[in-house]
């Protein structure tokens, strides 16, 4: 009866892994890994989603929350109608490949979404450079339709406090943003231009350069790879200055083994 009970539970342990392991030192605590360099902090929590932290140069202190630029792995179910369900990873479905550490040039794990699917996650610093990558490891019980791993890059919203549309305007006024699609083609906008407008115009983006002003000459850069494009997520009429959301798809085509890399720069 014990050998049964011992069995039982490293098969349980093994088909359903735990948490991923937190850091109990500041300015990480509760985080899974982080990495402090000269012009960014970036940190992955224990629910597997990384974040860009600028460092502000002047007070060489953290830039607000609320103007982080956000990372997230997901499993994404493709129906026949076309539309995108990104599944939920479950609690107890992670497994660490890399330690926590307050150190961390790579970091590397696994996750389970609900379906059972489980899926792999690397992210690997190099200077002002983040590079994500992840591959679809085992399908569970979704197998009806489609699945595909893909991340969702968030450059937040820095002028959610500002109210007064004169203000907005004169803040946005030297913000630049320039895409490259696919197929080469070139897009420039300036901040007021509504993000709506934006993703009518930019399909099957390959790269994206950002200034924003509100990060006082940092200039933010997303690129596929060339392994993978990218759509703005439900884009809003608010102008492309206030944020957006690229969702990043490697190729399967291109990307038969899950190495493919997108590539996020702070610099």
């Not at 990384?50 to 002047?58: H, V």
């Not at 103007?67 to 792995?73: Q, V």
């Not at 809003?236 to 493919?260: C, E, H, R, Y």
Request: charged content about 30%.
């Amino acid at each position: 009866m014990k050998m049964s009970l011992a069995v039982l539970l490293l098969s349980s342990a093994a088909v359903f892994g735990g948490e991923l392991p937190e850091i109990y030192d500041k300015p990480w605590t509760a985080w899974y890994s982080g990495y402090e360099g000269k012009t960014f902090h970036f940190g992955v929590d224990s629910d597997g989603e990384a974040s860009l932290i600028p460092i502000d140069e002047k007070s060489e202190e953290r830039v607000s929350q609320h103007s982080w630029i956000t990372i997230k792995p997901v499993v994404q179910e493709v129906y026949s109608s076309g539309k995108v369900s990104n599944k939920k990873p479950t609690e107890d479905g992670w497994e660490a490949l890399t330690p926590e550490t307050t150190e961390a040039e790579k970091v590397h794990f696994r996750g389970t979404v609900t379906g059972g699917a489980k899926y792999e996650v690397l992210f690997e610093i190099d200077g002002d450079e983040v590079y994500a990558t992840g591959k679809i490891l085992d399908k569970g019980e979704l197998t009806k339709n489609p699945i595909r791993m893909a991340f969702r890059v968030t450059v937040a919203n820095s002028y959610r406090h500002t109210k007064d549309e004169d203000d907005l305007e004169e803040k946005i006024k030297d913000d630049r943003f320039n895409f490259v699609m696919a197929n080469k083609k070139k897009a420039k906008f300036k901040g007021g231009v509504p993000e709506d407008e934006v993703a009518k115009e930019c399909k099957e983006i390959s790269s994206v350069k950002a200034e924003i002003s509100y990060y006082k000459g940092g200039k933010i850069e997303i690129d596929g790879g060339g392994i993978g494009v990218m759509e703005i997520e439900d884009p809003k009429s608010a102008p492309i200055a206030q944020g957006f959301t690229l969702v990043w798809v490697p190729d399967p085509a291109k990307d038969k083994d899950g190495k493919g890399r997108m590539m996020l720069k702070y610099k």
